[in-house]
């Protein structure tokens, strides 16, 4: 079993976290990693949006832990739209922005393949999505989805 997270001793899993740097446009934004977009995802306004999509790695999760008002209504915001956490159109933005890193950053793919056919885990994700922008069933699945994807191609 592989354990998704940063710091990790096996390299393989280290570099699938959310908080490797990984350059890629989303909608016209430029996002330095994967986790930047996502603590964005919990800001309203679409300026500050911008600003912690440039973050990656820890300093965007400060930049995300700082704004917890989302959890109160359970609403996520890009581009001035709403999400309710719980929906299916928070669940494809989510894809969409997978499938962007995917596509634009050929390191990605090599990652996804080099884990093989192993199990990935991630043992430090928050499992309670009223908690979390993205829970660890939500992010292994994406993984999974591209990983195989990847071995496809």
Not at 53 to 71: I, L, T, V
Not at 85 to 96: A, D, F, G, V
């Amino acid at each position: 079993m592989i354990d998704i997270k940063g710091g990790s001793k096996d390299s393989r899993a280290a570099r699938l976290s959310n908080f490797t740097d990984r350059p890629f446009v989303f909608d016209g934004v430029q996002c330095a990693g994967i986790e930047g977009i996502l603590q964005s995802l919990k800001e309203f306004h679409f300026e500050t949006q911008v600003e912690i999509c440039a973050m990656s790695g820890k300093p965007a999760k400060r930049a995300g832990s700082e704004r917890d008002a989302w959890k109160q209504g359970q609403m996520l915001w890009w581009r001035g739209v709403t999400y309710a956490r719980n929906s299916r159109e928070y669940q494809e933005l989510i894809t969409r922005i997978y499938d962007a890193v995917y596509e634009q950053d050929p390191t990605f793919k090599e990652d996804l393949l080099a884990v093989g056919n192993e199990d990935i885990c991630h043992s430090i994700g928050n499992p309670d999505q009223r908690d979390t922008v993205l829970t660890e069933v939500e992010m292994i699945h994406q993984l999974n989805r591209l990983r195989i994807r990847a071995q496809r191609n």
